[in-house]
């Protein structure tokens, strides 16, 4: 569920001690997230901090309101560190994303010396494991695991994680596809299409564009079934499942996809579901993104991921896009970067996961 209340402090002074150790003039604070002067500094560091790890920066402004806008607060709290100028050096966020799971954003300021780097990262550290201690109490835990990612080139990153007690635990590879034009005819319709019994069709919308509420249950229990026997799988409420994916600044309800059995003579049995989000570009045409692409075991063999897959290409050249992208898991025990490679996607760049467990009592 959503709680009414957020589960972490939201007063920086309560979790961080007295004296933090930073220097003469330097402070940690909330971030004000409707000052649009803070939202473009924080947009400024995390491209900084994208440029130095992959060589190119990506995000924009709503990939930080998705942080500190009043909606994401529901379930996140931020904090920032600023010079004696007032300038923001070092950001973090934490995100209470499912029971016993706590993601944690680490962004320091490239331009900033050494030393000083070194400090504020410290207190981005102190202050996620006072939050992961606060968020784990509120939810009962005996200990809250900390989920924070790395590029796989940001040497700096990885100095900083491991001197904090962080494990590397799992390697990433971000994959992208080209699509041409003529790929619109891989499907007969985005829509809805049927090949060998299988359905594949958009989840039903009423006149006000909004979802039916069964299909998007539906694919959240094909989701939550297909990633049982996945890395860090952790249980997510329909509620938290759907007011995360509404957050992403690329969400659109027309790029989820239900994929259902039909040739056992009664109802339609959901069998894997794909969810879809835009990627704007500036520069060029948009691309699309695989967010989440689960099958559940007993439909595996016949060919629902590849039928998904081949959707989601279709829908994407027929909306002019040159590119799909995703996220594959590198030691995937279903194999499905095998299918991912030969459907022509690559890996662009590598990620990593970071994971701390915290003692909550």
Not at 115 to 131: I, K, N, T
Not at 223 to 252: C, K, M, V, Y
């Amino acid at each position: 569920m959503i709680p009414e209340d957020n589960r972490f402090e939201s007063d920086p002074t309560d979790v961080l001690p007295d004296d933090p150790g930073l220097p003469a003039g330097w402070v940690a604070e909330a971030p004000d997230g409707t000052d649009a002067a803070t939202v473009a500094r924080l947009t400024e560091l995390l491209r900084g901090h994208e440029r130095a790890g992959r060589g190119w920066a990506g995000s924009g402004e709503d990939e930080v309101l998705v942080e500190v806008s009043d909606h994401g607060l529901a379930m996140r709290e931020n904090l920032v560190v600023r010079d004696p100028d007032g300038l923001i050096r070092a950001w973090g966020s934490v995100h209470d994303r499912a029971e016993g799971r706590m993601l944690f954003v680490h962004v320091v300021d490239r331009d900033v010396d050494e030393r000083l780097a070194d400090r504020c990262s410290d207190v981005l550290f102190e202050w996620a494991e006072a939050q992961a201690r606060s968020v784990g109490a509120a939810r009962g835990l005996s200990v809250q695991q900390i989920d924070t990612g790395a590029f796989a080139d940001d040497e700096r990153q990885h100095a900083w994680l491991a001197d904090a007690g962080f494990d590397r635990v799992r390697t990433w590879w971000q994959m992208s596809r080209s699509v041409e034009a003529a790929e619109a005819e891989l499907v007969p319709d985005p829509a809805r299409w049927e090949r060998q019994g299988v359905v594949f069709r958009l989840v039903e919308r009423s006149g006000d564009g909004m979802p039916d509420v069964a299909d998007l249950r539906a694919v959240h229990e094909v989701l939550e079934g297909a990633f049982t026997d996945h890395f860090n799988s952790a249980e997510e409420t329909f509620q938290e499942f759907i007011h995360r994916l509404r957050e992403d600044p690329g969400h659109r309800w027309d790029h989820w996809w239900l994929a259902e059995i039909v040739d056992g003579g009664g109802d339609p049995e959901p069998a894997g579901a794909l969810v879809g989000t835009v990627s704007e570009s500036a520069t060029g045409p948009d691309g699309s993104y695989v967010s989440y692409l689960g099958v559940l075991e007993s439909a595996r063999g016949r060919g629902v991921a590849t039928g998904l897959l081949r959707t989601i290409i279709a829908d994407a050249a027929g909306r002019g896009r040159d590119r799909v992208g995703l996220e594959v898991d590198a030691d995937s025990p279903t194999g499905a970067d095998g299918l991912y490679v030969a459907m022509g996607w690559g890996t662009k760049y590598v990620t990593e996961s970071w994971h701390k467990d915290v003692t909550v009592g």
